[in-house]
């Protein structure tokens, strides 16, 4: 939360003559991979506000145990494919995405409650554009999010509770490894982030980014129901971070919170707005101004800011003007490189 005199756009960045909003303060890593190591800056970061568990790692951790208490069917009766249990758990992960993704959709660009305060482009949804399903964009999104996403988020998870339920997969007891559960809880975050980078630099490959990310970048100026519209392809890949626990042990949380995870933060990274005005002086932070450049410009920021992954491999863009020349110059040896 941010909490000052009265939340206004101007104090915090300032918009380009085409009307573009970018925010003053350059993008940066969390200081996990910082040498020297500063312990009481990484503990701060770990544990602080904002940081790596507050807000948003807990606020997912706590929605996967509600989930597992009171909208899971047990465990045990998951043994045979049942489509009284099958589809409680596909209603369920629906029911998630109307509520997750409905919320900042019907504030931000239904409602508009805060206009285009602190709104990256200017321009809103498309409703007549040819690269959309129906030529609109929400359309579009909620198509391909219900259609594929909502499918495939929800067959990994039977099927990974199908093999814990038979034995098939090594399960995890937490009361006999406490320590091991909150390690591993605390993994998955920058696990999924390692994983989303290998496989978005992976269908960035010609052929794949044609045939199958080009539905989602369709969405150069995303909203949040963007955030999960993808090509049938894509979804596989992106879920498929669930294979991790189909080989270590694992308890059904950590199954629960490696797909919440990427069934609902892509609705943070593609609100297209810096910050969600509550009231005059609360606003939530979206963080989601590194991955609306890679929207923008399709070649940076692969991946969201715990892993310096981008920064190792030269396609990291801070937001700044000094970062679009670094990022021209850098384009420019490519299509050097290429025509030799």
Not at 36 to 54: A, D, S, T
Not at 194 to 213: D, E, G, K, N
Not at 259 to 276: M, N, Q, R
Request: aromatic share 16%; hydrophobic share 45%; net charge positive.
């Amino acid at each position: 939360m941010s909490n000052t005199k009265k939340i206004s756009e101007n104090s915090f960045g300032e918009r380009d003559r085409r009307g573009h909003w970018r925010p003053f303060e350059k993008l940066k890593y969390a200081p996990l991979f910082a040498w020297p190591i500063k312990p009481l800056k990484l503990l701060r970061w770990l544990f602080g506000y904002p940081g790596y568990v507050l807000p948003w790692n807990l606020v997912f951790f706590l929605i996967s145990v509600v989930v597992w208490l009171a909208f899971t069917p047990p465990l045990e009766t998951m043994k045979t494919f049942e489509l009284g249990w099958m589809a409680t758990i596909v209603l369920r992960n629906a029911g998630l995405m109307i509520l997750f993704y409905g919320i900042f959709h019907l504030h931000l660009y239904v409602k508009r409650k805060q206009g285009n305060e602190f709104k990256y482009n200017p321009s809103w949804l498309e409703t007549d554009g040819s690269a959309f399903l129906f030529r609109n964009q929400t359309l579009d999104n909620l198509t391909w999010s219900f259609a594929s996403g909502l499918s495939i988020w929800s067959g990994y998870e039977i099927l990974t509770f199908w093999m814990m339920a038979n034995g098939f997969i090594p399960h995890l007891d937490f009361q006999a490894n406490p320590i091991l559960f909150v390690v591993m809880l605390l993994l998955i975050p920058m696990f999924r982030e390692l994983h989303f980078y290998c496989i978005h630099r992976l269908i960035h490959i010609p052929i794949l980014y044609r045939y199958v990310h080009k539905v989602h970048h369709a969405n150069s100026n995303p909203g949040p129901w963007s955030g999960l519209s993808m090509h049938p392809v894509e979804h596989i890949l992106y879920f498929s971070s669930i294979f991790i626990h189909w080989i270590i042990p694992s308890h059904p949380l950590h199954v629960l919170n490696q797909l919440i995870h990427p069934a609902l933060s892509p609705a943070l990274d593609h609100t297209g707005f810096e910050k969600v005005i509550i009231d005059d002086k609360t606003a939530l932070d979206t963080h989601c101004f590194a991955h609306y450049l890679h929207h923008k410009y399709f070649e940076v920021n692969y991946s969201d800011g715990i892993i310096p992954l981008d920064k190792w491999f030269g396609t990291f863009h801070d937001g700044s003007s000094e970062g679009d020349e670094l990022m021209k110059k850098r384009l420019k040896q490519k299509r050097m490189r290429l025509n030799t």
